[in-house]
């Protein structure tokens, strides 16, 4: 079978990159960066992945040069186009503008990869470096206001770069640069995800042996289509599920959870309540990562506890995880990725059962919408294929805590550069938030404050105008990787962190929230709409009020590697808005304008 091999240079996109490439039927691996060239002669082609790195640090990731004397077609992708431009003796040095979100690049030459495109396409940046000089033999084919050498080529030796992403959904015509450099490889197209299955269920078999998986599941598309299909190929009698309620969850979830497997015919399911064990271990806690790593290690610590009290042996039993691919790269689960945030399985004590060869992901290469497909062909009922994601930590991840005012050195002289900037450019104002959020940025991790913009009261309210705002605001200044909308109140208002932690109260209050949005998409039909829909709880109040502030966080997304704020109807979130203020214990209502990057889905 014709391959193209995907060398990683720790970019959070790498897996993605080979998602595309499956996805027009090519199969792809991905390898390490410096793989030798003689390992890559028997590939049909190769593509450089980004990274979140300078190609000057100090062990930044490298190739071998030789690589690009093989005559095999090379596509590199951000970082990935900046390594074959230094490697080949050209030059790279910072961005004037740090990019980060949409552009338009002027195509000068539609041919190549760019063949059948148009004379300008709309694409997708995440850099900071940037090409200065292009080597001998190499010429611009696309530039953008901000980067003269988007696109670079040499169609002799059939050497592309690109510094945008067009792995990723936001390049609009990202999969046809993708499709031409194939055409390029002259790959056959042989590969499905119909395969897929077929290989992985002999894996299973093959791993599981005589043995047999105890499995955490949630509810959501993830785990239940691991289940279902561990349960294929190893049967019902081998396999048993733990549904955990952390009392983090959902308003009302472990009772659709139970009825939706019920349903669906999913056997062999156990519900236990771990509330208080959960809340205790969170008690004081304010750090995300620290929050992260206590709610993994308490599911592992009760998923223990439960087989004691079954009677099982834990000798005969594999753990079994409806981990995927995002959730290994933002964990830097890749030699060179820059670690974004620990998901709740790949905490130390998972990170052990695995190297003791005692975890099955059976799902950890694929992406979202991959799973979707693998769920749809295994017969899993389409409620449950088209739930809306939600984190392994439930609700400990959107209920932010703090015990102080956070703000950055400097920050009224930080702010008022903010401000001087949106007045002159977009007539508004804002203020930089006392807490901080994290992002990503050039495929590296950030841990940066948020920006309240705030619109006059007969300023006309356009969703394109704002998602332009809050490019410009995180492109230009680093303090911030985040934007919000102010909805609720209006008027400049005296900001303060209200100390908190999690608590069985503030649970609650988000909960009420939460379960009042996700009814009122559903009502009014944006749930197929929208990809996710975190509600969060800010520890924040206004004007020496004494609730709390509640952001929404609505996103468009296919696989959760890049995502889009989604555009609301404005009569319709009048009326949401209102229907929270309904609620008592909030002070404001924000609506989160960031695409990811800069800013992740989650807020930690």
């Given at each position: ?296 290690d308490t599911f592992i ?267 609301m109807n404005w009569k ?12 008592p214990g909030f002070d ?17």
């Amino acid at each position: 079978m014709d391959k193209i091999a995907v060398l990683d240079f720790g970019g959070q996109y790498s897996h993605l990159i080979a998602n595309r490439v499956r996805r027009l039927n090519v199969y792809s691996e991905i390898l390490d960066s410096n793989t030798p060239a003689e390992s890559l002669k028997d590939y049909k082609g190769i593509i450089l992945s980004g990274g979140p790195q300078s190609v000057y640090e100090e062990n930044s990731p490298q190739c071998d040069p030789q690589i690009f004397y093989l005559g095999i077609p090379i596509l590199g992708i951000c970082y990935g186009l900046q390594i074959m431009v230094y490697k080949k003796g050209g030059k790279v040095s910072p961005g004037k503008v740090k990019e980060y979100g949409k552009a338009d690049i002027k195509i000068t030459k539609k041919e190549g990869i760019f063949e059948g495109l148009g004379a300008e396409e709309n694409v997708w940046m995440s850099h900071g470096d940037e090409v200065a000089q292009l080597p001998e033999g190499m010429e611009i084919i696309g530039s953008t206001d901000n980067c003269v050498n988007a696109a670079v080529a040499d169609f002799e030796k059939k050497l592309y770069g690109v510094q945008f992403h067009p792995e990723v959904t936001h390049t609009k015509n990202g999969m046809k640069i993708i499709d031409n450099f194939l055409n390029i490889t002259g790959a056959k197209r042989e590969w499905s995800l119909d395969a897929f299955i077929e290989t992985e269920m002999r894996t299973i078999r093959e791993k599981v042996g005589e043995n047999k998986v105890f499995m955490l599941i949630s509810g959501g598309v993830d785990s239940t289509v691991a289940y279902s299909l561990i349960q294929k190929a190893i049967g019902t009698e081998r396999t048993h599920g733990l549904f955990v309620d952390t009392g983090l969850i959902r308003q009302h979830e472990r009772e659709e959870v139970e009825q939706a497997y019920k349903k669906a015919g999913i056997e062999n399911v156990h519900f236990y309540y771990g509330g208080e064990k959960f809340f205790s271990r969170l008690d004081h806690v304010y750090e995300p990562e620290e929050k992260r790593k206590i709610i993994g290690d308490t599911f592992i610590d009760v998923q223990k506890h439960v087989v004691e009290t079954m009677g099982l042996n834990p000798d005969e039993w594999l753990l079994g995880q409806g981990t995927i691919y995002p959730d290994t790269i933002e964990t830097g689960g890749t030699k060179n990725a820059d670690k974004i945030k620990t998901h709740h399985n790949r905490v130390e004590q998972i990170e052990q059962l695995i190297k003791a060869g005692k975890v099955i992901e059976p799902l950890m290469q694929l992406y979202k919408d991959e799973v979707r497909t693998v769920g749809q062909k295994l017969g899993v009922p389409e409620e449950i294929v088209q739930r809306h994601p939600f984190p392994g930590p439930g609700l400990g991840v959107r209920c932010l805590c703090a015990m102080k005012d956070d703000y950055p050195e400097n920050h009224e002289a930080v702010e008022k550069e903010i401000n001087d900037y949106l007045h002159e450019k977009y007539d508004i104002n804002g203020q930089i938030l006392p807490i901080k959020s994290v992002g990503v940025q050039g495929d590296a991790r950030t841990y940066r404050h948020p920006f309240l913009i705030k619109l006059h009261k007969d300023t006309k309210r356009d969703w394109e105008l704002l998602g332009e705002i809050s490019t410009d605001i995180t492109n230009r200044f680093n303090t911030v990787n985040r934007v919000l909308l102010l909805l609720h109140p209006r008027g400049v208002m005296d900001v303060k962190v209200k100390p908190g932690y999690i608590t069985k109260d503030r649970i609650e209050l988000l909960q009420k929230a939460d379960y009042r949005v996700t009814q009122f998409i559903k009502y009014h039909k944006m749930y197929g709409e929208i990809w996710q829909f975190p509600t969060v709880l800010l520890p924040l109040s206004l004007n020496e009020g004494s609730g709390e502030c509640v952001v929404l966080r609505p996103i468009q997304s296919e696989e959760a590697m890049t995502a889009n704020f989604y555009r609301m109807n404005w009569k319709w979130l009048d009326e949401l808005v209102d229907g929270i203020n309904e609620t008592p214990g909030f002070d404001g209502v924000f609506y989160d304008l960031t695409n990811k990057p800069p800013g992740t889905i989650e807020w930690e």
